[in-house]
Nanobody, 125 residues
């Protein structure tokens, strides 16, 4: 059974940090681009970061560049999103996704076939 399960979300104060995990099963993560997305209430799902399969190249949207870091451990079938210096604007439901995404378009939801259920991140004082 193909699954992606996010964990690590929670509530933090501005300036705090969280580390999200995306545990996968049922497929070989080695060959997939892993994307991280978020969706705030009333807004469209937006891609924030992705990591390529063959060389672990990464991409970040400007809004998170320098604050978020994505990584992957193929032996553990798990990807991670380290989020530092969080702001209220980062509040959203965060998803991981896997697909044979074109790296130039890796923050587009349509590039991914497999999705997790999401984990909530809330940043407030």
């Amino acid at each position: 059974q193909v699954q992606l399960v996010e964990s690590g979300g929670g509530s933090v104060q501005p300036g705090g940090s969280l580390r999200l995990s995306c545990k996968t099963s049922g497929f070989n993560i080695d060959y997939y681009v892993i994307g991280w997305f978020r969706q705030a209430p009333g807004k469209e799902r937006e891609g924030v970061s992705c990591i390529r399969s063959n060389d672990d190249s990464t991409y970040y949207e400007d809004s998170v560049k320098g604050r978020f870091t994505t990584s992957r451990d193929n032996f553990k079938n798990t990807a991670y999103l380290q989020m530092n210096d969080l702001t209220p604007g980062d509040t959203a439901l965060y998803y991981c996704a896997a697909g044979f995404a074109r790296f130039s378009a890796c923050t587009r939801p349509a590039e991914y076939d497999l999705w997790g259920q999401g984990t909530q991140v809330t940043v407030s004082s």
